[in-house]
């Protein structure tokens, strides 16, 4: 299986700006698009925003206009990396940030293990 290790969450202020990270490595999934999830405190994981290959990009309605999915150009799954940038930041926003592969664009099963999260707090 695919590793998954995403960072760059934190503390930030209604308003403000965080960029996120998911570093992929081990196995490859070739052309499968990947996503980016969040799961808020009592809540269901959720779709934000997803990539292909091809550079098609889907926001979730509470995302767009705020939130840019993006990932490098290495069309080796294997090793390669994916962003979120969020502005805008509400405090809804809060909550355990991850990415994985999907098996189809924009909101298909994930294809392989959570890794660990990254935590995203917004907050005055």
């Known amino acids: 299986q695919a590793r998954l290790a995403e960072s760059g969450g934190g503390l930030v202020q209604p308003g403000g700006s965080l960029k996120l990270s998911c570093a992929v490595s081990g196995r490859t999934y070739s052309g499968l698009p990947m996503a980016w999830f969040r799961q808020a405190p009592g809540k269901e994981r959720e779709v934000v925003a997803t990539i292909s290959w091809h550079g098609e990009r889907y926001y979730a309605d509470f995302v767009k206009g705020r939130f840019t999915i993006s990932r490098d150009s290495a069309r080796d799954n294997a090793n390669h990396t994916l962003w979120l940038e969020m502005n805008s930041l509400r405090r809804e926003d809060t909550g355990v940030y991850y990415c994985?592969?999907?098996?189809?664009?924009?909101?298909?099963?994930?294809?392989?293990?959570w890794g660990q999260g990254t935590l995203v707090t917004v907050s005055s």
């Open positions: 994985n592969f999907v098996l189809s664009f924009p909101r298909g099963n994930t294809a392989d293990a």
